[in-house]
């Protein structure tokens, strides 16, 4: 890999370890070159992964916020996939570098006396943080893991560490369980959380209908984002109101270039956190790499945190 | 002025250093300041420029039994570490693993992850940039009322000037005419709020005059704060009401709740009347600066940062340590207080060219007045709304701003601000 490492692209993350965790299962343990702090991140984030050939795939953080200077992520193989997941584990090597946007989080765990976690598949990797938080702050949990085939299934130490609190169900063997069962009638301040396939996700809002209505949150593992491949081709920024175009090499985020251009933009954390430098954006398509927007404030392409994000299209035109 | 000695001795009176590094004996700078006296309080830069001088990036100030950290980089790595240093046991000295606290600790300022993030995660939601523009106008309407009114009805009118106190007449004014309704209170009672926040940054220090003085009246005022911060006490469309919405969809706890009503109270008053009097100050000290204002209206912005930079209205915060923490050469025992002085690092030569100058050349970015890392002013967006709607008023009426007396300085053992400020504005 080829990635430059230098200050100005801090979105640059070696990867320090692999580890397998199941027969499709690899962790990858993620660093910068210095080691320096990373985005703080809390359970339920996850980081958009730009890949070596431009894929981005987001993966939620699965290690120890404790550990400020590393993430984790948990990729299971899936062949049948974009592409993005095959080209982790088969080319992604210790000392290999990817870029990173974000961490987001749509998926926080709100504060409750009890949980309910049911993962499907590889989605247990954004439980582990959940899980480990709960049992932090001495609360009551359990943890329904759900898979088709038990040798694809990551993490289930869980299982041996908390014989109590950890079933885990793989379909293979077992066939289908009913997930209104196994949720009984919890303590009345329980919460939640799902994360898994479509499928599992679909059946929840039934399996939990004699809860209050705020009680299920879920997120979906699936990557059904767009397979928008990000450039690293130079592009040009237009600041709309000075009337100045100022040449972008890829890679580069916008605060970046216009620095060198002698433009400044107020920044406050650089990370693409504190919201400081938000910028209007009058025409161009933002390549997003900030920890505030949703996806829907994503989508409607008006706006950008410049201190980290930049450009997916050739021209990128500011109100500035 | 007493003069300090800085003498560098082995330090082998902190409490807590285990036997294990009795061999690494450190030495760390002993330097015998009080950050608090009121000479300090009212002149702090001084005392930075020997703390930031001292010969590591941390000193222990025996006054206290703290250690403190003033150069840039290290107040930095302070501020973004919530892992090593704690905001749970008080951001003040008093160590609440220790000393009862003297009101239900914050959820937000006084708390760690994991129990932060949620109340965290809420408010910065609700006081996103984004959320604030359905202010804009209302916000930029009562700016020019004000400023107006002040050029209209001002008691000292000469021919070409008016006389005023901008304290009490600009500063004090602006934010309790907007943000109070912002927040949904609709009681009446405002005036306890200056004195809540003037009494809730004194004590973050020691128990000195600034705190012992006011713990007689303080009472009715933190009781009728408490009054504000209920439901039911709160307009439905507002911060407040936001807030009872996200315990309604239980991100938050109905418990919790009012505890984040009350951050906006005292969080959000003092620190932007201080802010907008360092605004203004610079500006009066600044004649040409304040010119070129007037012609590039788009440096409002840059001009408040820099402002902040320069004035940092919140010195100082501490943190408590949460095992035995190495900076540089030094071990910090486990459970320890540590000073982070904000208004230092945004003056540290090490960092800033020129670092006592107002500069409108500069790029502030990166200034710590508003701290750093996960406890960073969630309120940030809100300050500058109110600034820049008070500098826009003032640059189209105001021709030109310059001090009629010398002003004099506020006192508290956290915040950095004027009593009053004696202004005489030019109308354009
Ligand atoms: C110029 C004005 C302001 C200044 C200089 C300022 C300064 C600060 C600083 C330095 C912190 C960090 C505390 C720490 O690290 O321990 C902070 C936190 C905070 N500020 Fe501000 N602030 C200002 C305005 C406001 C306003 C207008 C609000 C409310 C709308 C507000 C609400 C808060 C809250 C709730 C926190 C705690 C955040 C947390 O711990 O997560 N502030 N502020």
């Given at each position: 890999m080829t990635a430059v490492d230098n200050a100005s692209n801090s979105d640059q993350l070696v990867v320090t370890q692999r580890l397998d965790r199941s027969t499709s299962v690899t962790e990858f343990v993620l660093e910068r070159r210095d080691r320096r702090r990373l985005p703080d991140w809390a359970p339920g984030a996850h980081i958009d992964v730009v890949l070596p050939s431009g894929k981005i795939r987001q993966y939620s953080l699965c290690g120890d916020r404790w550990a400020p200077h590393q993430y984790r992520i948990a990729v299971q193989r899936d062949d049948l996939g974009g592409g993005g997941s095959v080209e982790l584990h088969t080319e992604l090597k210790p000392g290999d570098t990817i870029s990173f946007g974000g961490p987001r989080n749509n998926f926080r765990l709100a504060p409750a006396q009890s949980y309910r976690f049911i993962a499907g598949g590889i989605g247990i990797s954004a439980l582990l943080p959940m899980i480990a938080q709960a049992n932090l702050l001495g609360l009551e949990w359990q943890l329904l893991y759900l898979g088709r085939n038990l040798e694809r299934m990551a993490y289930q130490e869980l299982q041996e560490r908390y014989p109590e609190r950890v079933t885990v169900h793989a379909s293979q063997n077992a066939g289908r369980i009913s997930i209104r069962e196994w949720l009984g009638s919890p303590p009345d301040d329980t919460m939640v959380y799902a994360c898994g396939p479509e499928s599992l996700l679909e059946a929840l809002p039934e399996a939990c209908s004699d809860l209050p209505e705020t009680t299920l949150r879920t997120e979906r593992f699936t990557n059904t984002m767009a397979d928008a491949i990000v450039s690293s081709e130079p592009y040009e920024i237009k600041l709309q109101r000075s009337g100045r175009v100022v040449e972008a090499p890829g890679n580069t985020s916008v605060v970046d270039v216009l620095a060198n251009a002698g433009v400044d933009v107020i920044t406050s954390c650089s990370q693409g956190v504190c919201g400081t430098c938000e910028v209007d954006v009058l025409a161009g398509e933002i390549d997003h790499r900030d920890a505030i927007l949703d996806d829907d404030e994503r989508a409607t392409n008006t706006c950008m945190f410049p201190c980290v994000s930049r450009s997916l299209s050739e021209r990128l035109v500011l109100d500035l | 002025m007493t003069t300090?000695?800085?003498?560098?001795?082995?330090?082998?009176?902190?409490?807590?250093?285990?036997?294990?590094?009795?061999?690494?004996?450190?030495?760390?700078?002993?330097?015998?300041?009080?950050?608090?006296?009121?000479?300090?309080?009212?002149?702090?830069?001084?005392?930075?420029?020997?703390?930031?001088?001292?010969?590591?990036?941390?000193?222990?100030?025996?006054?206290?039994?703290?250690?403190?950290?003033?150069?840039?980089?290290?107040?930095?790595?302070?501020?973004?570490?919530?892992?090593?240093?704690?905001?749970?046991?008080?951001?003040?000295?008093?160590?609440?693993?220790?000393?009862?606290?003297?009101?239900?600790?914050?959820?937000?300022?006084?708390?760690?992850?994991?129990?932060?993030?949620?109340?965290?995660?809420?408010?910065?939601?609700?006081?996103?940039?984004?959320?604030?523009?359905?202010?804009?106008?209302?916000?930029?309407?009562?700016?020019?009322?004000?400023?107006?009114?002040?050029?209209?009805?001002?008691?000292?009118?000469?021919?070409?000037?008016?006389?005023?106190?901008?304290?009490?007449?600009?500063?004090?004014?602006?934010?309790?005419?907007?943000?109070?309704?912002?927040?949904?209170?609709?009681?009446?009672?405002?005036?306890?709020?200056?004195?809540?926040?003037?009494?809730?940054?004194?004590?973050?220090?020691?128990?000195?005059?600034?705190?012992?003085?006011?713990?007689?009246?303080?009472?009715?005022?933190?009781?009728?704060?408490?009054?504000?911060?209920?439901?039911?006490?709160?307009?439905?469309?507002?911060?407040?009401?936001?807030?009872?919405?996200?315990?309604?969809?239980?991100?938050?706890?109905?418990?919790?709740?009012?505890?984040?009503?009350?951050?906006?109270?005292?969080?959000?008053?003092?620190?932007?009347?201080?802010?907008?009097?360092?605004?203004?100050?610079?500006?009066?000290?600044?004649?040409?600066?304040?010119?070129?204002?007037?012609?590039?209206?788009?440096?409002?912005?840059?001009?408040?940062?820099?402002?902040?930079?320069?004035?940092?209205?919140?010195?100082?915060?501490?943190?408590?340590?949460?095992?035995?923490?190495?900076?540089?050469?030094?071990?910090?025992?486990?459970?320890?207080?540590?000073?982070?002085?904000?208004?230092?690092?945004?003056?540290?030569?090490?960092?800033?060219?020129?670092?006592?100058?107002?500069?409108?050349?500069?790029?502030?970015?990166?200034?710590?007045?508003?701290?750093?890392?996960?406890?960073?002013?969630?309120?940030?967006?809100?300050?500058r709304l109110e600034a820049s709607c008070v500098l826009d008023a003032l640059i189209e009426r105001v021709e030109g701003i310059e001090f009629a007396a010398p002003p004099v300085r506020k006192i508290n053992n956290t915040l950095l601000g004027w009593h009053s400020l004696p202004l005489r504005f030019i109308p354009a």
């Open positions: - | 300090n000695a800085v003498s560098k001795c082995p330090f082998t009176g902190a409490p807590d250093l285990a036997p294990a590094s009795h061999e690494q004996q450190v030495d760390v700078p002993v330097l015998l300041e009080d950050p608090f006296e009121e000479s300090n309080l009212a002149d702090p830069h001084p005392m930075h420029k020997r703390l930031r001088d001292a010969d590591a990036d941390v000193v222990y100030l025996p006054a206290y039994d703290i250690y403190a950290v003033a150069r840039y980089e290290a107040v930095l790595d302070t501020l973004e570490n919530w892992q090593d240093y704690s905001s749970a046991a008080g951001v003040g000295l008093s160590n609440f693993n220790k000393e009862e606290p003297w009101r239900t600790p914050s959820l937000l300022l006084e708390a760690d992850p994991p129990k932060h993030d949620a109340p965290r995660a809420t408010l910065e939601k609700i006081l996103g940039a984004r959320q604030l523009r359905r202010f804009q106008t209302d916000w930029t309407n009562t700016a020019h009322r004000l400023v107006d009114g002040l050029l209209t009805n001002a008691q000292h009118q000469t021919a070409r000037a008016i006389e005023l106190d901008a304290v009490t007449e600009i500063s004090e004014v602006y934010p309790l005419s907007v943000f109070p309704d912002a927040v949904g209170l609709q009681q009446g009672g405002l005036d306890n709020l200056l004195p809540y926040g003037n009494f809730a940054f004194n004590a973050f220090g020691p128990r000195n005059r600034l705190v012992t003085d006011e713990l007689d009246t303080i009472g009715p005022v933190m009781e009728w704060v408490g009054q504000q911060c209920p439901r039911d006490a709160l307009n439905p469309d507002s911060f407040g009401g936001d807030i009872w919405r996200a315990a309604d969809q239980r991100n938050i706890t109905e418990e919790q709740a009012p505890l984040i009503v009350r951050s906006l109270l005292t969080a959000g008053v003092d620190t932007t009347v201080y802010g907008i009097s360092a605004v203004l100050y610079h500006l009066a000290s600044n004649p040409e600066q304040y010119a070129r204002l007037r012609e590039q209206p788009q440096l409002v912005r840059r001009v408040f940062e820099e402002a902040l930079r320069l004035e940092s209205p919140v010195q100082t915060f501490f943190r408590t340590t949460t095992r035995k923490v190495q900076i540089g050469d030094t071990t910090l025992p486990e459970n320890q207080k540590i000073l982070m002085f904000l208004g230092a690092a945004n003056r540290d030569p090490r960092r800033w060219d020129n670092a006592d100058d107002f500069d409108l050349d500069r790029d502030p970015s990166g200034h710590l007045a508003f701290g750093s890392g996960a406890h960073q002013c969630v309120g940030q967006h809100v300050a």
